[in-house]
């Protein structure tokens, strides 16, 4: 079945310092989105970026990610931390010809501190 | 405005208890899904939907029953609850298939089993 893998557990940086979480995938469907979510504290996923093109950089509030299909990689990057980044980060799979299923990675929490 | 709309938002029930957890999306999606998110697992996908009537099964599925009634309202049913799934459940829509896909989450709904 489909998978997500991404950096493990926790990191933390200092502000201004750059940003980047790993997340790689598995799946045999040739066409899958791409998403990265952020979740603050007490509050639920919200999206922060997604992609279905190959090769295409996307953006979104200063953090961005490129979607390689030859290496099954969605990285998410910025390129300066800010105190405001601290949150779980989630890397996601949807596989439409599974009816659409969503499947999460593990999560990554970033903690950034000045 | 996008909108899922989950209920209860707490709930403490005992053991072997019958627990419904209610979804309800008014943004015209197909597709729904409910995930349980705990520390050190992230979300996990328990069942998801893509159409009143349908269920698909996901990655956690045990010890969960499901049931999409309408194009709005997706149920979660625990029929014996276990300590095992005190957690905080998500539910979440998407209009998956398109290259403008969204996927909205509910605020959540933290479940006790004591």
């Known amino acids: 079945g489909d998978s997500v893998t991404q950096t493990e557990g926790l990191v933390t940086l200092t502000e201004g310092l750059p940003v980047m979480l790993n997340c790689t995938y598995q799946?045999?469907?040739?066409?899958?989105?791409l998403f990265w979510y952020v979740q603050h504290l007490n509050e639920s996923p919200r999206l922060l970026l997604k992609?279905?093109?190959?090769?295409k950089r996307t953006e979104h509030q200063g953090f961005h990610a490129t979607l390689h299909k030859s290496s099954s990689s969605f990285h998410l990057q910025k390129s300066s931390a800010q105190l405001s980044d601290s949150a779980l980060y989630y890397c996601?799979?949807?596989?439409?010809?599974?009816?659409?299923?969503?499947?999460f990675g593990g999560g990554t929490r970033l903690t950034v501190r000045p | 405005e996008a909108a899922v709309t989950q209920s209860p938002r707490n709930k403490v029930t005992v053991t072997g208890g019958n627990v419904t957890l209610s979804c309800r999306q008014t943004?015209?999606?197909?597709?729904m899904y409910w995930y349980r998110q705990d520390t050190g697992h992230g979300l996990r996908l328990i069942h998801y939907?893509?159409?009143?009537?349908?269920?698909q099964i996901g990655d956690v599925p045990d010890g969960y029953k499901a049931t999409r009634t309408t194009q709005e309202d997706f149920f979660l049913l625990l029929e014996l609850a276990s300590p095992s799934q005190t957690s905080l459940y998500f539910c979440?829509?998407?209009?998956?298939?398109?290259?403008?896909?969204?996927?909205?989450f509910g605020k959540g709904t933290r479940l006790t089993v004591v």
């Open positions: 979440a829509s998407s209009d998956a298939g398109t290259e403008n896909t969204e996927v909205f």
């Open positions: 799946t045999i469907y040739s066409n899958p989105f």
């Open positions: 992609s279905f093109t190959d090769n």
């Open positions: 996601a799979l949807m596989n439409n010809n599974a009816g659409a299923k969503l499947t």
């Open positions: 943004n015209s999606h197909n597709y």
């Open positions: 939907s893509y159409g009143a009537g349908n269920l």
